[in-house]
Nanobody
Framework: QVQSVESGGGLVQAGGSLRLSCAAS????????MGWFRQAPGKEREFVAH????????YYADSVKGRFTISRDNAKNTVYLQMNSLKPDDTAVYYC?????????????????WGQGTQVTVSS
């Protein structure tokens, strides 16, 4: 089993950077691919980034490619999301979760063990 706790959100101006952390627990943490999703007010949850269990393969939503970087440190049971060149459209609650099912990695239905989320607000 895996339990995730996100942190690192906050208020920043457009063009700034934030680094989000997802601290996970459980013996099987390193065996799961992990993903970051976000949800803006009034919108459905949106895929942001994905990283394989070993950290060797990553995928990103087109909207964040070149700006965000996902990484993981299995020794620390932690997944990170480095966010650069932030813009107001990035404002959302950011969640991490473990991919426990096969299929399309962009769909939240394939993930479990969601964290409580961390708020990211980007002002213009």
């Amino acid at each position: 089993q895996v339990q995730s706790v996100e942190s690192g959100g906050g208020l920043v101006q457009a063009g700034g950077s934030l680094r989000l952390s997802c601290a996970a627990s459980g013996r099987t943490f390193s065996s799961y691919a992990m993903g970051w999703f976000r949800q803006a007010p009034g919108k459905e949850r949106e895929f942001v980034a994905h990283i394989s269990w070993s950290g060797g393969i990553t995928y990103y939503a087109d909207s964040v490619k070149g700006r965000f970087t996902i990484s993981r440190d299995n020794a620390k049971n932690t997944v990170y999301l480095q966010m650069n060149s932030l813009k107001p459209d990035d404002t959302a609650v950011y969640y991490c979760a473990a991919k426990t099912k096969g299929g399309n990695y962009t769909l939240e239905r394939g993930y479990d063990y969601w964290g409580q989320g961390t708020q990211v607000t980007v002002s213009s």
